[in-house]
DNA sequence: ACTATAAGTGTTAATTTTACATTTTCACAA
DNA sequence: TTGTGAAAATGTAAAATTAACACTTATAGT
């Protein structure tokens, strides 16, 4: 087939991978020591670059697992960035994904083999390149996606405690939630069962466990209402 | 300075504008008879490619300007679409840039030379590649927007009636909005001021003329106020 | 001066959000 | 066995916001 494009500029295409897990109190991010130069030793994103016939999904998904070990998460593309000196390296743009997952239930896969590790937020590390900016920005696009999708529910283990859910908005949102208001609402929104179990780690009276339904979600998105926190 | 990415692949990356304006009742959007093919003849997006040094942003405008002869626009970056057969000619990416332009103020740029048009989104006409879908995400990106920040201004000339607000409103979100109402809670903002000065062309009793203040409004928001329809 | 037409204006009910304190349960220690 | 400490569970009333709704006013044109 012939081409108009032929006198067009190609460029080099990376992609940043921030992913986000929360534990106990803190939401974290996994992050590694880059072993190549530029800025060796220093931390940074989960990245790499697209190839020529890839879609930037499919390369999200390849760079985390090359990294990690992760795979079969649910990343959404966040920006790309492309300022003309972000990588002292050459000239590169980036797209930026972020993943929410469940830290515990990655662990088996995010084993000894893989550099990346877990650093929580409000820490904030300093990264490499504009990998804060990126941060950042993933951040408040959680903040906003956090209060009108159940987003939150990816972070926790399948069962979890009222309290650790409010734990997780408090982490998300960065404020204080009053407990009888949070669990009112959440019950209002009625996409939760309560289980017939207790976890009895945290207290001598124990507290329920809950999962979410996606189902009962899914249904009800369908017959058109909208998840408000 | 040495780089170690010399092995991977460059990719030619476009850029798509999507440029909305509004007139009296209807959304509009620009677009343009491709010239050169593929699919030469059928409508477009503004588009064109990212060059080695540009900022994506830089390259958003350039092109829009190229294309429309319209400048100094405020474009925000949208999404990277990477369907890897998007393009039938070559594997490209597109990000695509939308903006909010005021129809009369711009239409002495916009003049003969260009073949760039107004269509009504309500129309929905038929574009080449995926850019009926980059239109489909620009819409409800914009009605996100619309009812968090008060971007629907943009698309007024500088002096509106509070008719031309509701009417711009009910376009953006696709819904009748109440009249004593939406003026209420316009009012309430305390983002407008009141013109002593009347519209007489669509009334015999005429309508007063609104202005936005900007500085009224970024003063309000640095002191926490949140602007919500 | 009459008429036709769009502009302008407020109140009440319903819903949602916020603030707030006591009782319950149970493991463990005495 | 009884008592104690610690977190879990629970409801209500006031305040704020949103939604529904219809009549009067101003004016140009006849």
């Given at each position: 087939m012939l081409t108009s494009y032929n006198k067009e500029d190609k460029i080099l295409l990376a992609l940043d991978c921030i992913i986000f897990g929360f534990d106990k109190n803190d939401l974290n991010i996994l992050l590694i020591k880059r072993d190549f130069e530029p800025e060796k030793g220093k931390l940074s994103l989960i990245?790499?670059?697209?190839?020529?016939?890839?879609?930037?999904?499919?390369?999200?998904n390849r760079i985390l697992f090359t990294l990690t070990g992760i795979q079969n998460v649910y990343m959404e593309q966040l920006y790309t960035f492309s300022k003309v000196d972000r990588d002292p390296g050459e000239r590169t743009l980036?797209?930026?994904?972020?993943?929410?997952?469940?830290?515990?239930?990655?662990?088996?896969?995010?084993?000894?083999?893989?550099?990346?590790?877990?650093?929580?937020?409000?820490e904030a590390p300093e990264l490499i390149f504009d990998h804060n900016e990126m941060v950042d920005k993933a951040i408040s696009r959680l903040r906003r996606r956090a209060i009108s999708k159940p987003i939150g529910f990816e972070?926790?283990?399948?069962?979890?405690?009222?309290?650790?859910?409010?734990?997780?908005?408090?982490?998300?949102?960065?404020?204080?939630?009053?407990?009888?208001?949070?669990?009112?609402?959440?019950?209002?929104?009625?996409?939760?069962v309560k289980?017939?179990?207790?976890?009895?780690?945290?207290?001598?009276?124990?507290?329920?466990?809950?999962?979410?339904?996606?189902?009962?979600?899914?249904?009800?998105?369908?017959?058109?209402?909208?998840?408000?926190?």
């Open positions: 990245g790499g670059f697209l190839k020529q016939s890839e879609h930037l999904d499919e390369a999200a980036s797209t930026a994904y972020y993943a929410l997952i469940n830290i515990e239930e990655h662990n088996e896969q995010l084993n000894q083999q893989f550099a990346a590790q877990w650093y929580s937020i409000t972070l926790l283990p399948e069962k979890f405690t009222m309290k650790q859910l409010q734990k997780l908005y408090e982490a998300i949102l960065d404020e204080k939630q009053d407990k009888r208001n949070f669990i009112n609402k959440i019950n209002s929104l009625d996409v939760l289980l017939n179990e207790k976890d009895m780690t945290s207290s001598r009276k124990g507290s329920f466990l809950y999962q979410f339904d996606k189902e009962k979600y899914d249904a009800k998105v369908r017959d058109g209402f909208t998840f408000k926190i």
